[in-house]
């Protein structure tokens, strides 16, 4: 009797233990995911996400294809954006829960130039599939799409158009994301994407190996249209 009990509460606080939280800031310090990577990660651990300002995501890719969104096996999660003022005193918060951890995760911020300029993140990098290999893919993709776009622009290419047509590349993959995912423009309607995305995401989590867990703390603030407007080239720079 005594014995069952003891090895009942040893069993349910091993379980409990072995559930980690990893805690990741967007944009504490310019354009970074802190930390950039996670290891030893296993399935039933929470990766959790802590916005700062500006206006970041959280998307998950692929190795291959660091700043595009994750399309197959299914479509990846996505925090879609989750726009913070610079004076903001709370962050939103958003997490997921790994189902799988046998092989890595791979993620990035679906904002302009972020993926590109380095703001990517990994769960359980291996030596074959690293961190820097990730992180300089992402850095690489970004030349290509300058490199593209100086040279179909014939006779001198500006570098804002260089610019223009990579960021555009950038927020054309979030059409891909499941399309409650994909309301933007206000952080009411980014929280309740986020929201009812975290449901359809569990249908599709056996493939995707993370569930998300939606946002679950967002500030109240009142985004007036002509303050958005003047505020973009801050939030998005
Ligand atoms: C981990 O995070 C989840 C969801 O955010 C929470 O429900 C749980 O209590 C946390 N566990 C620990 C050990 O902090
Ligand atoms: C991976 O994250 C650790 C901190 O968790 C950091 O020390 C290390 O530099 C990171 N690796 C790369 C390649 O950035
Ligand atoms: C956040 O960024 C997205 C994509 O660039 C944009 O559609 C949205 O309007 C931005 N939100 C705010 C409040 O700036």
Not at 119 to 130: I, L, Q, R, W
Not at 131 to 146: E, T, Y
Request: hydrophobic residues 50%.
């Amino acid at each position: 009797m005594y014995f069952a009990t003891l090895a009942a509460s040893v069993l349910a606080s091993a379980s409990l233990a072995a559930a980690a939280n990893f805690s990741v800031l967007v944009g504490a310090n310019g354009l970074t995911f802190e930390p950039n990577n996670i290891t030893g990660a296993v399935a039933g651990d929470t990766v959790e996400f802590l916005f700062y300002p500006k206006n970041h995501t959280v998307t998950q890719s692929t190795f291959a294809a660091p700043c595009s969104p994750m399309s197959s096996p299914a479509a990846g999660v996505d925090s879609g954006f989750l726009p913070v003022q610079a004076d903001a005193t709370e962050r939103p918060a958003w997490s997921f829960t790994i189902q799988d951890a046998s092989a890595p995760l791979w993620f990035y911020c679906a904002q302009g130039q972020h993926c590109v300029e380095g703001m990517v993140f990994a769960v359980n990098p291996t030596e074959e599939k690293s961190m820097d290999m990730f992180v300089a893919a992402a850095k690489a993709s970004g030349d290509a799409a300058a490199a593209e776009g100086a040279s179909s622009a014939a006779g001198g290419a500006s570098p804002a158009a260089a610019g223009a047509s990579s960021a555009a590349g950038g927020a054309a993959g979030s059409s891909t994301v499941p399309p409650t995912a994909t309301a933007v423009g206000g952080a009411a309607s980014a929280a309740s994407a986020s929201t009812s995305s975290s449901a359809q995401a569990v249908g599709a989590a056996a493939a995707e190996s993370v569930q998300e867990n939606g946002a679950r703390q967002v500030l109240a603030r009142a985004a007036t249209p002509l303050l958005a407007v003047g505020l973009l080239a801050g939030l998005i720079l």
